[in-house]
């Protein structure tokens, strides 16, 4: 009899299944694990949860936590290390490994080799071409940098969201185009979708992690004046510099640090514009997010953003100049005619690329080319 097709999970290092829970993503993240497994993959998750019982991905899945291994975050590496031959009754199980973030799975190749189970260097996002976009060095750059390009280069397969992706790690990592696949991150468009009845309660919203990179400080300058209620969800480290800076502009900011990935089409939903201003994405989930419940974006010319909003179309892209910025928020909260325009397409689109559905058919088609050796 053919043993069942087992697919291994590895986290990034030191995230487990309560991380995911703790910030809310924890459905979103398994959801292409559990269509996988409706398809007939069997799933383990390699975590680094370091309590007995992590949470339930919700389907039938087994979990290996790095429990009873409780020790620092520091010591913590050691097990890392130590993973493949501590994990080995697990592991020797899978026919196929794949990586959350290529970047932060060093242990995969060696695992890979040593439980004989293909590997799939999968990232949402390439840490080498970020590093390079922002200007970021210095020897942990580097380190994680070395990392993915060790992990890409042994992988039997590479997964990256967008062309352009792809192209940086055939340029910069010497790996074959004809060894990476281009699969967009995905989103539940069951979830994510438009409410025609919710009622608008807020005029400016972005959804994220609140640090310089998300130029949040520029989208306060930009509404200055207007009168705008405006709301970010998420946290992180510029969480009272925003709050401070909101104030002596006189902006109406609320933010909220934590709200679970199912309740986020309520928020997407009551707002007239999204607004994202990163200098940079990798292929940012939130934006697909508020495009599939039909939200009239606002983003900036920067690289990710721009490769998801088609501009005038889509949605609408700017310069990261405070009075563009303006210009754009208002054009859209003074036509509801444009909003819903966009909005509609916007859904349409992302219907095409990127829903659960067809993301989680690419995955299934990858998946059996890698386990049947082509």
Same mark, same amino acid.
């Given at each position: 009899?053919?043993?069942?097709?087992?697919?291994?999970?590895?986290?990034?290092?030191?995230?487990?299944?309560?991380? &995911?829970?703790?910030?809310?993503?924890?459905?979103?993240?398994?959801?292409?694990?559990?269509?996988?497994?409706?398809?007939? &993959?069997?799933?383990?998750?390699?975590?680094?949860?370091?309590?007995?019982?992590?949470?339930?991905?919700?389907?039938? !899945?087994?979990?290996?936590?790095? &429990?009873?291994?409780?020790?620092?975050?520091?010591?913590?590496?050691?097990?890392?290390?130590?993973?493949?031959?501590?994990?080995?009754?697990?592991?020797?199980?899978?026919?196929?490994?794949?990586?959350?973030?290529?970047?932060?799975?060093?242990?995969?190749?060696?695992?890979?080799?040593?439980?004989?189970?293909?590997?799939? !260097?999968?990232?949402?996002?390439?840490?080498?071409?970020? !590093?390079?976009?922002?200007?970021?060095? +210095?020897?942990?750059?580097?380190?994680? *940098?070395?990392?993915?390009?060790?992990?890409?280069?042994?992988?039997?397969?590479?997964?990256?969201?967008?062309?352009?992706?792809?192209? &940086?790690?055939?340029?910069?990592?010497?790996?074959?185009?004809?060894?990476?696949?281009?699969?967009?991150?995905?989103?539940?468009?069951?979830?994510? *979708?438009?409410?025609?009845?919710?009622? *608008?309660?807020?005029?400016?919203?972005?959804?994220?992690?609140?640090?310089?990179? *998300?130029?949040?400080?520029?989208?306060?300058? =930009?509404?200055?004046?207007?009168?705008?209620?405006?709301?970010?969800?998420?946290?992180?480290?510029?969480?009272?510099?925003?709050?401070?800076? !909101?104030?002596?502009?006189?902006?109406?900011?609320?933010?909220?640090?934590?709200?679970?990935?199912?309740?986020?089409?309520?928020?997407?939903?009551?707002?007239?514009?999204?607004?994202?201003?990163?200098?940079?994405?990798?292929?940012?989930?939130?934006?697909?997010?508020?495009?599939?419940?039909?939200?009239?974006?606002? +983003?900036?010319?920067?690289?990710?953003?721009?490769?998801?909003?088609?501009?005038?179309?889509?949605?609408?892209?700017?310069?990261?100049?405070?009075?563009?910025?303006?210009?754009?928020?208002? =054009?859209?909260?003074?036509?509801?005619?444009?909003?819903?325009?966009?909005?509609?397409?916007?859904?349409?689109?992302?219907?095409? @690329? @990127?829903?659960?559905?067809?993301?989680?058919?690419?995955?299934?088609?990858?998946?059996?080319?890698?386990?049947?050796?082509?």
């Amino acid at each position: 009899m053919a043993k069942d097709r087992t697919l291994g999970v590895l986290t990034s290092n030191g995230m487990g299944l309560s991380d &995911w829970e703790r910030v809310g993503t924890l459905a979103r993240e398994v959801a292409i694990y559990k269509r996988l497994s409706e398809n007939g &993959w069997d799933i383990t998750f390699f975590t680094y949860d370091q309590t007995k019982h992590p949470p339930s991905t919700g389907f039938n !899945a087994i979990i290996v936590p790095q &429990w009873p291994f409780k020790m620092s975050s520091r010591l913590s590496r050691v097990y890392r290390i130590l993973l493949p031959v501590i994990r080995y009754h697990h592991g020797r199980k899978c026919d196929i490994l794949i990586t959350n973030q290529a970047h932060s799975a060093g242990a995969a190749v060696i695992a890979s080799r040593l439980w004989k189970s293909k590997l799939i !260097a999968r990232c949402g996002y390439v840490f080498g071409e970020s !590093a390079e976009t922002l200007h970021r060095r +210095g020897v942990r750059v580097s380190i994680r *940098k070395g990392a993915e390009k060790f992990v890409f280069r042994h992988a039997d397969h590479c997964v990256v969201p967008t062309r352009e992706l792809a192209e &940086w790690v055939t340029e910069n990592y010497g790996v074959l185009r004809s060894k990476i696949t281009v699969i967009p991150n995905y989103v539940d468009t069951n979830l994510f *979708k438009p409410f025609p009845s919710s009622k *608008k309660h807020v005029n400016v919203l972005f959804v994220g992690r609140l640090d310089k990179v *998300k130029r949040l400080e520029l989208l306060l300058e =930009s509404v200055r004046g207007t009168g705008l209620t405006v709301r970010f969800v998420g946290s992180g480290p510029l969480r009272r510099t925003l709050l401070q800076k !909101a104030e002596d502009n006189e902006v109406d900011l609320v933010i909220e640090q934590r709200v679970s990935n199912e309740k986020l089409p309520d928020y997407y939903n009551s707002a007239d514009v999204f607004v994202l201003l990163s200098e940079w994405e990798g292929h940012p989930k939130v934006l697909i997010e508020a495009m599939a419940c039909g939200s009239a974006c606002v +983003g900036a010319k920067a690289p990710g953003i721009q490769n998801l909003l088609v501009d005038g179309e889509t949605g609408l892209l700017v310069d990261p100049v405070p009075q563009v910025v303006q210009e754009a928020i208002m =054009s859209l909260v003074e036509n509801k005619k444009l909003r819903q325009t966009l909005g509609a397409n916007a859904r349409a689109y992302t219907l095409k @690329y @990127y829903s659960l559905d067809v993301v989680s058919d690419r995955y299934l088609s990858i998946l059996n080319e890698v386990l049947n050796g082509q």
